[in-house]
């Protein structure tokens, strides 16, 4: 039977962790949830920031620097 593989890096981040990664304040990581910008998913009372999600929000930030020099 062949071992899984652990991912090394989170699936997962805590909004504290999401904050480091993106190296954005707590109101403004909240202000992006809210506005549908940044997508989270909640496991019991947790609020999480998939990995996924953040790539998706830089990737945003890239099409919308993409027209303007």
Same mark, same amino acid.
């Given at each position: 039977?062949?071992?899984?593989?652990?991912?090394?890096?989170?699936?997962?981040? =805590?909004?504290?962790?999401?904050? %480091?990664?993106?190296?954005?304040?707590?109101?403004?990581?909240? *202000?992006?949830?809210?506005? $549908? /910008?940044?997508?989270?998913?909640?496991?019991? =009372?947790?609020?999480?920031?998939? %990995?996924?999600?953040?790539?998706?929000?830089?990737?945003?930030? *890239?099409?919308?620097?993409? $027209? /303007?020099?």
């Amino acid at each position: 039977m062949p071992e899984q593989e652990v991912a090394t890096e989170p699936v997962l981040y =805590r909004v504290k962790d999401a904050m %480091a990664v993106l190296r954005m304040s707590k109101t403004v990581i909240y *202000e992006l949830i809210r506005a $549908g /910008r940044l997508r989270t998913v909640k496991e019991g =009372r947790t609020r999480f920031v998939p %990995a996924s999600a953040i790539a998706e929000y830089v990737a945003l930030l *890239e099409r919308e620097a993409g $027209g /303007r020099k």
